[in-house]
């Protein structure tokens, strides 16, 4: 990504729309009459619970409850469109959006390019294969042996190609391609962030699988991304730091995690997100 949750996380979980806030849930606007300021959002769309697109083409999903949240502390209206995972950076940098809300990792190459806030939240990887398998991530042998899959450019693959190199990998633009190739049986394995995993496991699809060995903690914080040198970071870490005080926050994670612990208490615990310093355009850190 509350029980086991709520305590990993930050707590969390409200309505789609924030409490000052209106939302449109065709374009994933939220109006603030107070002022005629728009916040221009960028997210994936396309990584559940995180973020996805609904069939009537609507944004949900925490990081659009959270965008909304902030655009409402903000005073001003939340424009939240989808943008494909690899271009996400370019078209904020291309002054398309002004900030990125959409799980992405603090990472030292994408610190180099844009500015992160403070973390809202704290990400650990977990392995998933069938009920079945005999697969044990904790045998290195045997991940260089089966075929594993992953979301491209995320987090999960970066950690593969560090960790297991030897290991014959396959990469998908969207985790639910990823997921779909797992349930088909043309993975033996796929490495992917907790909480979009948990939630599959859920699914139909998920139905039959199950995940192996523990949690890997990466010390993995998600932020928002603005560009370099752009003063509405510290305009959004105050914003963060109002709707953790009064609870807005933690109502928006009991909704989109607050269940999951009845399913795996063990592997459910999203670790809470630090209320550590904002990071710098020089910290570390969609995955």
Known sequence: MVGALCAMLLGACQPASTPTGQADTQNGSTANAA?????RIATEGAYRPFNYT????SLDGFDV???KALCAELKA???????DWDGIIPALNAHKYDAIVSAMSVTPERAAQVDFTEPYFDNMLVFLARDDSTFNPDDTAQIDSHTLTAQRSTISAQWLANKHPNANVK???????????LAAGRADAMVA?????????QT?????????GAPIDIQDKLAVAVRRGDPLK????????????NGTYDRIVQQHFGGLSAHDSAASSVTAASAAPAATSGSTSQP
């Open 193 to 201: 962030d907790r909480a979009p995993a948990l939630v599959w496991l």
């Open 171 to 181: 990469l998908y633009d969207t985790l639910d391609n990823a997921f779909m190739d």
């Open 77 to 83: 209206q939340c424009e939240i469109k989808a943008q």
């Open 65 to 67: 409850d959270i965008a």
């Open 35 to 39: 002022t005629g300021r728009t916040l």
């Open 204 to 212: 139909p699809s998920g139905q039959g699988f199950s995940q192996k």
């Open 234 to 245: 510290g305009e959004i870490n105050s914003a963060l730091a109002a709707i953790r005080s």
């Open 54 to 57: 609904n069939a009537d083409g």
